[in-house]
């Protein structure tokens, strides 16, 4: 009798272990899309970020350009009001 026991249990066992690798199998492919879909999503966030950074520093340099000719104009009036008064002078 224990050895139709051991020939029972073992085809048990070997039918569990199937069943437990065709699950693991499963949850790993289900993993690796989940993967791939996440750092696809992550892709297009990066890319989203580096389209505003990219607005952003076009909108700082026309932003400092507009900055420094506003600057030099004050620089120029002033050389002329300097001259100007001492043309008067």
């Not at 340099?61 to 008064?85: F, G, M, P, W």
């Amino acid at each position: 009798m224990p050895l139709r026991e051991t020939r029972r249990a073992r085809p048990r066992r070997e039918r569990l272990i199937d069943a437990v690798n065709r699950w693991l199998i499963a949850f790993q492919a289900v993993a690796v899309i989940v993967g791939v879909i996440a750092a696809l999503y992550q892709l297009h966030q990066i890319s989203a970020q580096t389209e505003l950074q990219s607005q952003a520093l076009k909108t700082t340099q026309a932003t400092q350009s507009a900055t420094l000719v506003l600057q030099l104009r004050n620089v120029l009036d002033a050389e002329k009001y300097k001259k100007i008064t001492s043309a008067i002078q």
